[in-house]
């Protein structure tokens, strides 16, 4: 599985690299995106909303979200 570490990042340029790693994912694949913040995590949400992906999500801490996202 693919890891994208984009807790670095705030929005939109979390949501434009998230957006980036879903494009390159292939059929059957799982990656695991990590947000730094609320806004990113609502941003990539919408996005995978809009795709129709239902991602898995946990929050490690008050600024750190996982999602594993799967095709």
């Known amino acids: ?8 990042y705030v ?3 979390s949501k434009i690299k998230a957006s980036e790693a879903l ?3 292939g059929e059957s694949e ?3 995106v ?3 913040d609320i806004d990113s995590l609502k941003s990539v949400a ?6 129709g992906l ?5 929050r490690e801490d008050e600024s750190r979200f ?3 996202i799967a095709r």
């Open 46 to 51: 919408q996005e995978l909303k809009k795709r």
């Open 66 to 68: 996982v999602l594993i």
């Open 34 to 36: 990590i947000l730094g």
């Open 23 to 25: 494009d390159s994912l």
């Open 54 to 58: 239902k991602p898995s999500f946990t």
């Open 11 to 13: 929005c939109p340029l």
């Open 30 to 32: 799982t990656i695991k």
């Open 1 to 8: 599985m693919k890891e994208y570490d984009l807790s670095n």
